[in-house]
Each structure stands twice: as C-alpha cells, then as structure tokens.
C-alpha cells in the first residue's frame, strides 16, 4: 500500500518527522546522506519564499 503524500498530525507529532526531509514512513528506509541533501533543498525552498520567490523545483515538479 502506497503511503499519503501528506503527512498527518500524528506523523507531524513523530521524532521522526523533519517537513522536508523525512517522516516516520521514511526515516529508517533514507540514508544519512539522503537526508542532508532533503535538508538543504528544504533550506533553498524556505529561502526562496522568505524572499518571495519561485524555486527553481517548482516548475520541474509541474513538468513531471
């Protein structure tokens, strides 16, 4: 069975949660080096909407 894309309240509760980078559905199955690189594209997207701005994924995630 496929997992909801969107995290529920009790998954946000989880240590395992981190918006961007893991939830507990997917914290034992990534790799330290996985989640460093979740963590910085998560950074660049906070980023960009502190700024107001468009990151560059989003048009990528539309095209796919």
Avoid: W
């Avoid at 240590?15 to 939830?23: L, T």
């Avoid at 507990?24 to 330290?32: N, R």
Wanted: proline residues 2%.
């Amino acid at each position: 069975m496929k997992k909801n894309l969107f995290n529920t309240d009790l998954d946000k509760s989880s240590d395992k949660y981190q918006r961007g980078i893991s939830c507990p559905g997917c914290f034992d199955s990534k790799t330290d080096d996985q989640k460093s690189r979740y963590a910085s594209r998560q950074l660049q997207v906070d980023l960009s909407k502190e700024r107001n701005e468009k990151h560059l994924g989003a048009d990528f995630a539309k095209e796919n």
